[in-house]
């Protein structure tokens, strides 16, 4: 790194740690160029990515590397659905009345397009059940060709979660039942008082079924119309983009390597998961999600390509895109590798770096290999100022999950959540530069003790068996603490205006307890807080500087 470094020789390791007073140049001057207006947010599929994919190859390729993409090039190509827009053929007439599209109805993601006329025929909540003796078609007669109007929720207690049919209220699950009983479309309504409406997310790769599904907000319209005759009409563009990973190598002709990788992608003007709360759009230039770490990625190819004591191993640097849109890039490389899977020895990942505050490094993972322990040990000499915060899992929202889920060993680094996370205010001012040196060089250190051990062994973690993602019916509003290690969730943040801001829950706090659940990590307060249901009401025990504090929520 150019003027990156003042070195502190640690004999015993053999390892170089920065200190304070660098200027840190190369990584200031990396996040300033990615996090910059100019990159608008380097949303997948965009120019803005591209011009990002084609600093990090020319990066890349300073650094020594040679392209590892398709071909010969540095890039990995791969399709992205960034969302579907309304074609000119959407439209609800009810009893001779014409509905407005995107306002009064609009298409769910699963529906098929095309134009269908028939009598609306209520079908109760849709579902069949024998196991619970529910059957809301049960009598019903020449229902081929009728239009099916369905509740969304459910009979008891409108969308109660303990319900013991609570299972049954995925839409698209009803609409199947409905094709399959030969509707001829499917229109949703919501009369329940505990039920979202629901929200298209047209950015899911689902497969649509053949028949048009809508929702609509004019319940006591179409209850007025039933028996009578309606046309609706779908139709769905899908915007399909591509999408590109960045992938640099460094053969050393040994027999493994090493994948070390960061997201470049961010949410563009506001796209997929933005947090922001202000009515117009504005960049989001994601300095520490995550040029920061993409910048400590591109100076870990020069320090490896410089130092002969690395060249027991391969390396393979990638730059994934289409993470913030559920791990695409990183999915696709490993369904689609450049180099052979069993040839990879373990993966190490940078996701938001950037902004170490009280001395504090999340490391997530290390319960993947036996080995991590050690090297974990090796690499952290005894006085170094950071405090490791280590997780066993192998599972978290970010790249490491697509490799561990093809038994590799891996290891995520992370210092930590803020306020400015999701929002246009991440910008590379607020980076801690003097904190991601000291991760370039405990990355490196890893790397290095490493060179002395065969390929590290692999091993499920705990929660390992985990179906797919958790879905809530209601959001605390609250950011939680990834690198706290103790009994509790902690928060870093609170939303405002949501559940917790109006029921007073403050940074710091310590949920330790949801109603009748106990709350002993990030996993037990997913699981408490999936228990609840809109319009739920429930008393909250936070520690709040040394003391236990009740606070009634209400979702």
């Given at each position: 790194m150019k003027k990156l470094y003042t070195f502190l020789f640690i004999l015993s390791a053999g390892f170089a740690y920065a200190q304070p007073g660098d200027d840190y140049a190369d990584l200031r001057e990396h996040v300033e160029i990615l996090a910059s207006d100019e990159m608008e947010g380097r949303e997948t599929g965009t120019k803005g990515e591209q011009m990002a994919a084609d600093y990090i190859s020319k990066q890349f390729k300073l650094a020594g590397l040679t392209p590892k993409g398709d071909g010969k090039s540095f890039l990995q190509e791969f399709d992205v659905l960034a969302g579907k827009f309304y074609g000119k053929n959407n439209s609800l007439i009810v009893k001779g009345e014409s509905l407005q599209a995107g306002a009064d109805f609009y298409a769910l993601e699963f529906s098929g397009n095309g134009k269908v006329s028939g009598k609306l025929e209520s079908v109760g909540y849709g579902i069949v059940s024998p196991d619970e003796g529910v059957n809301d078609y049960e009598g019903k007669k020449k229902l081929e060709g009728k239009i099916f109007v369905i509740e969304t929720a459910t009979p008891i207690n409108g969308n109660n979660p303990h319900s013991v049919i609570a299972q049954f209220t995925d839409l698209r699950h009803k609409a199947k039942i409905a094709a399959e009983r030969g509707a001829a479309a499917v229109v949703f309504i919501n009369s329940g008082e505990n039920k979202d409406t629901p929200i298209p997310d047209y950015t899911r790769r689902i497969q649509a079924l053949d028949i048009p599904?809508?929702?609509?907000?004019?319940?006591?319209?179409?209850?007025?119309?039933?028996?009578?005759?309606?046309?609706?009409?779908?139709?769905?563009?899908?915007?399909?983009?591509?999408?590109?990973?960045?992938?640099?190598?460094?053969?050393?002709?040994?027999?493994?390597?090493?994948?070390?990788?960061?997201?470049?992608?961010?949410?563009?003007?506001?796209?997929?998961?933005?947090?922001?709360?202000?009515?117009?759009?504005?960049?989001?230039?994601?300095?520490?999600?995550?040029?920061?770490?993409?910048?400590?990625?591109?100076?870990?190819?020069?320090?490896?390509?410089?130092?002969?004591?690395?060249?027991?191993?391969?390396?393979?640097?990638?730059?994934?895109?289409?993470?913030?849109?559920?791990?695409?890039?990183?999915?696709?490389?490993?369904?689609?590798?450049?180099?052979?899977?069993?040839?990879?020895?373990?993966?190490l990942n940078m996701d938001m770096v950037g902004r170490i505050k009280n001395r504090t490094l999340t490391v997530q993972g290390t319960g993947t290999s036996p080995a991590w322990g050690n090297l974990i040990v090796k690499a952290t000499p005894q006085d170094w100022s950071l405090n490791i915060e280590s997780h066993e899992s192998g599972m978290a929202p970010t790249d490491i999950t697509s490799f561990y889920l093809k038994d590799i060993p891996v290891l995520s680094f992370f210092s930590g959540t803020h306020s400015d996370y999701h929002k246009p205010a991440d910008d590379p001012e607020k980076l801690n530069y003097y904190g991601m040196s000291q991760v370039h060089d405990f990355i490196y250190a890893i790397i290095l003790a490493s060179q002395s051990e065969d390929k590290l062994a692999f091993q499920k973690t705990k929660d390992s068996q985990q179906q797919g993602r958790q879905r809530f019916n209601v959001t605390l509003g609250v950011m939680p603490n990834y690198g706290y290690s103790g009994d509790g969730m902690k928060i870093d943040g609170v939303s405002e205006g949501k559940a917790a801001d109006k029921a007073g829950f403050k940074p710091d706090d310590i949920i330790v307890k949801m109603g009748d659940y106990e709350v002993k990590d990030i996993y037990q307060y997913m699981d408490a807080l999936g228990k609840f249901g809109k319009g739920d009401k429930t008393k909250i025990v936070v520690e709040r500087e040394g003391e236990e504090v009740e606070l009634e929520v209400e979702f």
């Open positions: 599904v809508i929702f609509t907000t004019k319940t006591k319209q179409i209850k007025k119309a039933l028996c009578k005759n309606a046309t609706v009409a779908t139709e769905l563009i899908a915007d399909e983009r591509k999408g590109y990973n960045v992938i640099g190598y460094m053969d050393n002709e040994a027999e493994n390597t090493v994948v070390i990788g960061a997201h470049y992608d961010h949410l563009g003007y506001g796209a997929f998961g933005s947090l922001h709360t202000g009515k117009e759009p504005e960049v989001h230039n994601g300095a520490d999600d995550n040029a920061s770490g993409v910048s400590v990625m591109i100076e870990l190819a020069k320090s490896l390509k410089n130092n002969e004591q690395t060249n027991d191993l391969n390396y393979l640097f990638i730059g994934f895109s289409g993470e913030e849109m559920g791990l695409l890039g990183s999915n696709y490389y490993v369904s689609s590798p450049t180099i052979p899977l069993e040839e990879i020895n373990y993966m």
